[in-house]
């Protein structure tokens, strides 16, 4: 199975592997990375999110017509009942043309972080890595927001499972009906 990845991600294409292996029930995957646009801020915001996973998946098929799933996957911020939250979203194209979206739950940012985003007068990815260096801590947002109990694959996996699902036939499944 071909799946075009709109990004060139390790920690993506590790997903994207460790996803479609476990639904496909370890069937061969061959993962292409493509350096996909996505046309929204590095950080996107709201409805950027999923426009940035929408946008890569249909990168990936206009360039790659052959595959026989295109991905798109953005993390962003999300404001909702007045909090802030990280979450990802999955686009993905099958070969058929049929189109399949997915969205993780959502991490509240720490109130910590935004204020040091508005004091830095920072994008959230900027003020992160500010952050991140001064405490020492790697790149993942939520690690650093958990103190590495939970990490963004968890996002990017949920997500894409979220999506995934809905390409199956399976008997009991209402997405067969």
């Not at 409805?47 to 890569?56: I, L, P, S, W």
């Not at 194209?93 to 940012?109: D, F, H, P, Q, R």
């Not at 109130?111 to 900027?126: G, P, R, V």
């Amino acid at each position: 199975m071909k799946i075009v990845l709109g990004s060139k991600s390790k920690r993506k294409i590790d997903v994207v592997e460790k996803v479609f292996k476990q639904i496909f029930n370890n069937e061969e995957v061959k993962i292409v990375a493509h350096n996909a646009a996505s046309g929204v801020p590095e950080t996107p915001y709201n409805k950027e999110t999923f426009d940035g996973a929408r946008n890569r998946a249909l990168d990936c098929q206009r360039n790659n017509k052959n595959a026989d799933f295109c991905v798109g996957l953005e993390s962003g911020l999300v404001e909702r009942y007045g909090q802030v939250f990280e979450e990802a979203w999955s686009y993905i194209i099958a070969k058929n043309g049929k189109e399949y979206i997915g969205y993780s739950s959502g991490l509240t940012v720490p109130e910590y972080i935004l204020k040091k985003m508005k004091e830095l007068n920072m994008e959230h990815c900027d003020a992160m890595t500010v952050i991140e260096e001064e405490y020492g801590l790697s790149n993942d947002t939520w690690g650093s927001y958990s103190g590495g109990i939970i990490l963004r694959e968890i996002s990017l996996e949920e997500s894409l499972r979220n999506a995934l699902i809905q390409t199956l036939s399976y008997e009991k499944s209402f997405y067969n009906l």
